[in-house]
């Protein structure tokens, strides 16, 4: 079993920046690829970026990219979101998740295991 747990969401002012975090209690972390997705109010959740094993390889949502990163730390079990340049259309309740394959993928489904999220709050 692998438990997710996302930090480091709040309120900050259009232009602004965030660093999110997800810590992964799990031995192989490694061996995980893992993604972030955010799900608005009364919108279904999306992709938003993912990160392969060892990190040689992300992906992002159309609408991020530039301005978020992936990246991780395998040694510390953590993975991380970089949000700079925020926008109100950023707003939305962020999770971390993890998907035990070894291909990099954008649907939800293919996911394993979910954290319980983060909020993110952009103001105009």
């Known amino acids: 079993q692998v438990q997710l747990v996302e930090s480091g969401g709040g309120l900050v002012q259009v232009g602004g920046s965030l660093r999110l975090s997800c810590s992964a209690s799990v031995i192989s972390f490694s061996t995980y690829v893992m993604g972030w997705f955010r799900q608005a109010p009364g919108k279904e959740r999306e992709f938003v970026a993912a990160i392969s094993w060892m990190g040689e390889f992300t992906y992002y949502l159309d609408s991020v990219k530039g301005r978020f990163t992936i990246s991780r730390d395998n040694a510390k079990n953590t993975v991380y979101l970089q949000m700079n340049s925020l926008k109100p259309d950023d707003t939305a309740v962020y999770y971390c998740?993890?998907?035990?394959?070894?291909?990099?993928?954008?649907?939800?489904?293919?996911?394993?295991?979910w954290g319980q999220g983060t909020q993110v709050t952009v103001s105009s």
């Open positions: 998740a993890a998907d035990r394959s070894a291909k990099i993928t954008t649907r939800n489904v293919d996911y394993d295991y």
